[in-house]
C-alpha cells in the first residue's frame, strides 16, 4: 500500500532546530522529485522545498539559509532541516510526491 508519513514535528523555541522525516513506499519514493509544503493556520498551503534524485534542491525564500532538504534513497526518506526557527514557521508540514501527500505533522515555534 502506498503510503508518505511524517514524523519529527514538535514544539521548539524561537532560534531552535527541527528535521522532520518523510518514509514513503518504495514505489512512491522512486519517483524524480520529493517535495515539503506547510500549512499555517488561516493560510494556503505553500511550497517549502524539493529535493531530486542527484542530490539538487530547492527552498523557498522564506527559508533559504535556515532550511535544507535532502534525502536517503537507502531508506526511502526524505528529510527537512530546519534551524533557527522562527514563529511564522509555526504550521503543518506536509510532504508530497507523485500524487501522494502524507498526513502532516505540526510544527509550532514559540518566542
Known amino acids: 500500500q502506498e503510503h508518505l508519513v511524517e514524523s519529527g514535528g514538535g514544539l521548539v523555541q524561537a532560534g531552535g532546530s527541527l528535521r522532520l522525516s518523510c518514509n514513503a513506499s518504495?514505489?512512491?519514493?522512486?519517483?524524480?522529485?520529493m517535495d515539503w509544503y506547510r500549512q499555517a493556520p488561516g493560510k494556503e498551503r505553500e511550497w517549502v522545498g524539493t529535493?531530486?534524485?542527484?542530490?539538487?534542491?530547492n527552498v523557498a525564500d522564506s527559508v533559504k539559509g535556515r532550511f535544507t532538504v535532502s534525502r536517503d534513497d537507502a531508506k526511502s526518506t526524505a528529510y527537512l532541516q530546519m534551524n533557527g526557527l522562527k514563529p511564522e514557521d509555526t504550521a503543518i508540514y506536509y510532504c508530497h510526491a507523485a500524487k501522494y501527500w502524507g498526513q502532516g505533522t505540526q510544527v509550532t515555534v514559540s518566542t
Open positions: 529535493v531530486w534524485r542527484g542530490g539538487h534542491r
Open positions: 518504495r514505489s512512491i519514493f522512486s519517483v524524480n522529485e
